[in-house]
């Protein structure tokens, strides 16, 4: 569940960029739309605690933000985000199973190898779990990023321009799995992105309870354009 009042931030000598509020139900899909620069990557990161507001009050999965410590805002959200950046940071240096396993460490838990196992194998990639990242297709490495950012059943999955560079059979791929990921687990979806083509192949597959949201956010001055 997230909850946002008031919610706004302001970067460094620019001017105030105010969010609408909004209530997404546990188990619920958002999708935070806008052309680029309008601030839907600043959204993002002001609900998952790695950024701080101007104003304005966030609960997420029954957590406060405000009065998180940053110590305390990274265990938390190791423990509940699974995020999907637009750049996947996979650790080139690491093999698919180590990267994961680096999400652990993150967590305060100890390396679980079943775990690990069990969510490159709910993704169909469980054969790669040895390779290195340069040794992956783009649906490849999509599908392990996906792993990585569920394998602590998070309560809140975002996404983060996730098709962006895809093509229309990629992208329907991706929001599918998406989708399929965060109903299996119960967890709350969020998807940022100005591609129409998002919200068009979400709406049929959406019969979810809590249906589809969506947040339109305007397009900002460009001298305060935000990620």
């Known amino acids: 569940m ?10 460094k000598a620019g ?20 052309p680029s620069g309008c601030g839907k990557s600043t959204w993002l990161s002001l609900v998952a605690a790695l950024m701080r ?21 990274d265990a938390w959200r190791a423990r509940n985000i699974g995020f999907l950046p637009q750049r996947l ?8 199973q180590r990267n994961l396993a680096l999400a ?15 969510a490159l194998e ?5 054969d790669l779990a040895q390779r290195k990242p340069d040794q992956l297709s783009g649906g490849q490495a999509q599908r392990v990023a996906l792993a990585r950012a569920v394998l602590m059943r998070p309560k809140l999955i975002l996404a983060d321009e996730p098709t962006a560079s895809l093509d229309d059979e990629a992208a329907a791929a991706a929001v599918a799995l998406m989708h399929q990921t965060a ?14 083509r998002v919200a068009a192949l979400l709406m049929p597959r959406l019969a979810l309870p809590a249906g589809l949201q969506t947040m339109q956010l305007p397009r ?7 990620a």
């Open 2 to 11: 997230i909850t946002c009042r008031g919610l706004a931030y302001r970067y």
């Open 15 to 34: 001017p105030l960029i105010a969010f609408a509020d909004m209530t997404l139900p546990q188990g619920g899909v958002l999708m935070v739309s806008g």
């Open 53 to 73: 507001p101007a104003a304005g009050q966030i609960e997420v999965a029954g957590q406060a933000l405000a009065g998180l410590s940053a110590a305390a805002a």
């Open 89 to 96: 940071h996979l650790s080139a240096a690491l093999s698919v």
């Open 104 to 118: 652990q460490w993150a967590g305060g838990q100890p390396e679980d190898l079943a775990a690990i196992s069990r």
């Open 122 to 126: 709910s993704l169909g990639v469980a």
């Open 183 to 196: 109903l299996a687990q119960g967890a709350t979806l969020v998807i940022a992105s100005h591609d129409a």
């Open 220 to 226: 900002l001055a460009a001298k305060s354009q935000a």
